[in-house]
């Protein structure tokens, strides 16, 4: 389980709610399925209603029917509730267990080396380029909406064996969206020792390894102000009506405290903490990335199909951002 540190900060408004000839390669494990051909619907939290719902409830039992400036008689429903507050990322709430598996080697090219004489003779590669492109892409199973509108931020992840990436999310869609480096890997060429009177062949392939599992965030909304704006009517001894627009802006913990438990029961998808006048929102993705490319050479004799030798590649790396 990996925990990152970092921080995403936004100010937010919510409105109202009216394989080559010679293939000669170690097992490994198949690449699995990605998860994100599996079609997942996730569980999207409308933090506008959710927050909005509390000056409705409030202004229910409050401020609906009363006397305002001594005369003005409020409408039974408000014209106009909204929301604003400061939302992060909790930075010590971010968890996630990505498990790792080897991606079947993808060949590259491969030399065939010859020795006809009656002593080893050393022998050189070609030099190889190879362009590729490591991805990582999330899928949200469970986020949220402020203002009709999901949250994008960034996290970096850090892997086994030092490998890391950037993962981008969107916190309301169920498609993925994906973050892709490009690069061209060159090798340079490699000696061989072929021993006397046989052929060796050297295979150069690119592996890479596939990280995929699950990951947990809060995002934590603060400083939260509800705004109402209501109507009041006034009717004169001679029948004429008068009206006038009033305008309520209070601490949104506060108004919480005001209203009943079963109004509060109507909130839903968030956490309330009306002593901090804050917010918590749970967020969940599943997350696949494929990193960690290099390119490797296998040395094998040809005519016993025997593995001589296998080693990593110097990479010379060209990022094409």
Same mark, same amino acid.
């Given at each position: 389980?990996?925990?990152?540190? %970092? ?7 919510? &409105? ?9 390669? *170690?097992?490994? @494990? ?8 599996? !079609? @997942? ?13 509390? +000056?409705?409830?409030? %202004? ?11 005369? =003005? ?33 993808? =060949?590259?090219? @491969?030399?065939? /080396? ?19 492109? @490591? ?7 469970? #986020?949220?909406?402020? +203002? ?7 996290? *970096? ?11 981008? /999310? ?29 052929? %060796? ?7 890479? !390894?596939?990280?995929? #599992? ?6 934590? $909304? ?15 001894? %001679? $029948?004429?009506?008068?009206?006038? &627009? ?6 949104? #913990? ?11 029961? !109507? ?24 990193? $960690? ?29």
């Amino acid at each position: 389980m990996k925990k990152i540190k %970092y921080k995403v900060s936004l100010f937010l408004l919510i &409105t109202t709610i009216s394989a080559g000839s010679f293939s000669l390669t *170690p097992p490994v @494990e198949a690449s699995a399925q990605s998860m994100f051909n599996i !079609k @997942e619907i996730p569980i999207i939290t409308n933090v506008s209603d959710a927050l909005n719902q509390v +000056g409705y409830s409030y %202004y229910q039992a409050n401020l609906a029917g009363t006397k305002q400036s001594g005369m =003005y008689t409020l409408s039974r429903a408000p014209k106009n509730v909204s929301t604003n507050m400061d939302l992060d990322i909790d930075s010590d709430s971010v968890h996630y267990d990505l498990r790792a598996n080897d991606v079947a080697p993808e =060949y590259v090219g @491969e030399n065939v /080396f010859h020795n006809d004489s009656p002593m080893e003779q050393t022998y050189s590669t070609t030099t190889y380029s190879k362009a590729i492109t @490591e991805t990582t892409s999330t899928t949200t199973t469970k #986020g949220f909406t402020v +203002g009709g509108d999901g949250k994008k931020f960034s996290i *970096p992840l850090v892997f086994s064996e030092g490998l890391n990436a950037m993962a981008q /999310f969107n916190s309301s869609k169920s498609e993925a969206t994906t973050n892709s480096v490009a690069r061209t890997l060159t090798v340079p060429p490699q000696q061989v020792k072929v021993p006397a009177h046989k052929t %060796y062949v050297a295979v150069v392939n690119l592996e890479r !390894k596939v990280f995929r #599992g699950s990951l947990s965030y809060k995002a934590i $909304g603060t400083n939260l102000r509800t705004n109402i704006t209501a109507t009041g009517m006034w009717v004169s001894w %001679y $029948g004429n009506p008068s009206t006038r &627009t009033f305008n309520f802006n209070n601490r949104t #913990g506060d108004l919480w405290n005001k209203i009943s438990f079963s109004e509060q029961n !109507k909130v839903r998808g968030i956490t309330m903490n009306s002593g901090s006048n804050s917010i918590k929102i749970d967020g969940q993705a599943n997350v696949e990335s494929v990193v $960690g490319s290099k390119l490797t050479v296998r040395i094998y004799d040809k005519d016993t199909q025997k593995l001589m030798k296998t080693m990593e590649l110097p990479v010379i790396s060209r990022d094409k951002r």
